[in-house]
């Protein structure tokens, strides 16, 4: 069974740092790109950041480029993002999403940040 | 960068109802369009991915069609499972952009 699950939210102040981990299992996490998507409360999905099966690509939304760093560890089956100089409006559940043809077909069951002095 | 349009961004339906939810993409992105459906308090759900495939195990009473800029996810006979949240996303790009998504409410 396909499994990703999100670990590493909280309660950080303005101008502090999170670093998430996304524990992949059930799949060859090694075969696949994948990808951070994130849910402000009551708002929509925004897709944050994506590295691919290698980490040879990596892409960034607007929003988060130059502050957060997203990396994986194969070996560990481990995906993770590295969130710096945190606002008030990345107060969000955040998502790792498995891609596979294009979409994201498994998702974890999320991690909330909260952005708050 | 490329933009997801919705629309309705909410709707009342009945059980048994034929539901039908646009997207239009600000530019051509063939057929690079997936469909997902998102429970109040839990994690998206992939239906239809490619504009009109259907993911494994969902129902056949989702079906999605279009190709370019404009798509429409149907879903016939509305049950009491399907009120939530649709939402679009493009794969043309890497940045995967969602649109602002659909809420189905019980009439």
């Known amino acids: 069974e396909v499994q990703l699950v999100e670990s590493g939210g909280g309660l950080v102040k303005p101008g502090g740092s999170l670093r998430l981990s996304c524990a992949a299992s059930?799949?060859?996490?090694?075969?696949?790109?994948i990808n951070w998507v994130r849910q402000a409360p009551g708002k929509g999905l925004e897709w944050v950041s994506s590295?691919?099966?290698?980490?040879?690509?990596?892409y960034y939304a607007d929003s988060v480029k130059g502050r957060f760093t997203i990396s994986r560890d194969n070996a560990k089956n481990s995906l993770y993002l590295q969130m710096n100089s945190l606002r008030v409006e990345d107060t969000a559940v955040y998502y790792c999403a498995r891609q596979d043809r294009g979409s994201y077909d498994y998702w974890g069951q999320g991690t909330l940040v909260t952005v708050s002095s | 960068d490329i933009q997801m349009t919705q629309s309705p961004s909410s709707l009342s339906a009945s059980v048994g109802d034929r539901v039908t939810i646009t997207c239009r993409a600000s530019?051509?992105?063939?057929?690079?369009l997936n469909w997902y459906q998102q429970r109040p308090g839990k994690a998206p759900k992939l239906l239809i991915y490619a504009a009109s495939s259907l993911q494994s195990g969902v129902p056949s009473r989702f079906s999605g069609s279009g190709s370019g800029t404009d798509f429409t996810l149907t879903i016939t006979s509305l049950q009491p499972e399907d009120f939530a949240t649709y939402f679009c996303q493009q794969s043309y790009s890497t940045l995967g952009t969602f649109g602002q998504g659909t809420r189905v409410e019980i009439k």
């Open positions: 590295i691919s099966s290698s980490s040879n690509y990596i």
């Open positions: 530019q051509s992105i063939s057929s690079y």
């Open positions: 059930g799949f060859t996490f090694s075969s696949h790109s």
